[in-house]
C-alpha cells in the first residue's frame, strides 16, 4: 500500500487549500479513509473520515468546525480534503490513512498558515 499526499503550501489565515491523497498498491474503494495531521511535538491528530463505497458518511474532529471537506475519486484512486477559512493552528504536515492498513504512512504534505 502507497498514500502519497499533496497540495500543500504557505497560505495566509482565511486562505484554503485543497489536499490530495494518491492510493496505490490497494483496491481502496470499499475501504474508509481519514485525514490525520501532525505537528512537532504532538501525536497525528484524526481530523475527518469518509467512508468506502459511496462515501456518504463523514466524520469531522470538533477543530474542524466546518472549515473541512472530504471526498473521494474513485476513478483517480484518490481522495481529497478541502480546507477552508484555514487558521494559524492549522499548520501542521497532513497525512491520509486506510485504518485497515495502520502501518501504510505516506510522506505527508506540509501546510503552513502565517500572516
Known amino acids: 500500500v502507497q498514500l502519497v499526499e499533496s497540495g500543500g503550501g504557505s497560505v495566509q489565515p482565511g486562505e484554503s487549500l485543497n489536499l490530495s491523497c494518491s492510493v496505490s498498491?490497494?483496491?481502496?474503494?470499499?475501504?474508509?479513509m481519514m485525514w490525520y495531521r501532525k505537528t512537532p511535538g504532538a501525536k497525528r491528530e484524526l481530523g475527518g473520515t469518509?467512508?468506502?463505497?459511496?462515501?456518504?458518511?463523514?466524520h469531522y474532529a470538533e477543530f474542524v468546525n466546518g472549515r473541512y471537506f472530504i471526498s473521494r475519486d474513485h476513478a483517480k484512486n484518490m481522495v481529497h480534503l478541502e480546507m477552508y477559512r484555514l487558521r494559524l493552528d492549522d499548520t501542521a504536515i497532513y497525512y491520509c490513512?486506510?485504518?485497515?492498513?495502520?502501518?501504510?504512512w505516506g510522506p505527508g504534505t506540509q501546510v503552513t498558515v502565517s500572516s
Open positions: 498498491g490497494v483496491s481502496f474503494s470499499s475501504y474508509d
Open positions: 469518509i467512508s468506502g463505497g459511496d462515501g456518504r458518511k463523514k
Open positions: 490513512a486506510i485504518p485497515v492498513y495502520p502501518d501504510a
